[in-house]
């Protein structure tokens, strides 16, 4: 079982796959997301998302701007105006 | 009757004619596959945002709800933000969505209401100014980039929010042309502010979802892209359905010229025919009075 994470922009599906953890960077601060989460919203702040393949690897980042994370049943979804990288 | 060289002449017109309408439709076709790739892939955003909207615009109602879900309060100032292609060529699709327009505006005048556009793309312009040139407020201007993308429907996002802000119009309606088929585009007419409130499933409504900063905030963040991302779903729309559009009109011009130049290319063997004939009978009738 793993974290199911979309990132999304206006012109098209960027990624979607299992994960282990990915960090975001809220509006009030960042926050980490781990498999079986309760359902939470919040806007982001621009800045780097951090994904975490596996557990303890090295974090991949993808800058995003602009935009809002929703974490639901299904898991993790950001959605940014621009993904840089 | 035409003479030989006015034939000949006009059947080199007419060829040149379809090499240039074949052209314009082998690109409409291969620009079409790319603006409806685009288009589906923005349907993710577009459809995750909206659940989202449905599911936080349910909890915040009332007063507390921001300026851009309740309305100005008020509904006699509309806007129309017409979606209309730059270029031309493109067979009955500017007509038909500028038809709508003007429809929904003399619907609008009808009820008392006062009316005024917003122009988006080349194509509108004349027809409408000619109706109601003292009505259009802007137009705005996609001609000079290549691909309309966010940036344009994020510029025209901006303008008509600040315009809201400012108190100019109360109700903002956006027409444009819905992609069906390369044989159907249908012009609709959404409204875009206020933002209506989308109805039905509220993603994972039951469960209790915890928001930060809060629920208004996120929602003010929220409605400012949700009309961005309308924008931005009918400039790729207006993409397809142009390429669309065309493809379909230069099918036709094409097919049409090719049966003129049948046509006249009968007429002037007839009329070679019968220069011939004319000659010959001349020579034999000399022939004989000798």
Known sequence: ?85 | MASLKELKDRIGSVKSTQKITKAKQMVAAAKLRRAQAAAEAARPYAERLSGVMASLASKVSGDSAPLLLRGTGSDKRHLLVVVNTDKGLCGGLNANIVKAAKAKARELIADGKDVTFYLVGKKGRAPIKRDYADKIEKHFDTSDVRQPGFEEADAIAEDLLERFEKGEFDVAHLVYPIFQSALAQDPTVDQLIPVPSPEGEGTGGHAVVEYEPGEEEILEDLLPRYVKTQLFGALLEREASEQGASMTAMDNATRNAGDLINKLTIQYNRSRQAAITTELVEIIAGAEAL
């Open chain 1, 1 to 85: 079982m793993a974290l199911h994470f979309e990132l999304v922009t206006p012109a098209k599906l960027v990624r979607s796959e299992d994960v282990h953890m990915v960090v975001v960077p809220g509006a009030e601060g960042e926050f980490g997301v781990l498999e079986g989460h309760a359902p939470f919203m919040s806007t982001i702040r621009d800045g780097a998302v951090q994904v975490y393949k596996t557990e303890g690897a090295a974090p991949e980042t993808i800058e995003v701007r602009g935009g809002f994370a929703e974490v639901g049943e299904n898991g993790l979804t950001v959605l940014a105006e621009h993904v840089e990288g």
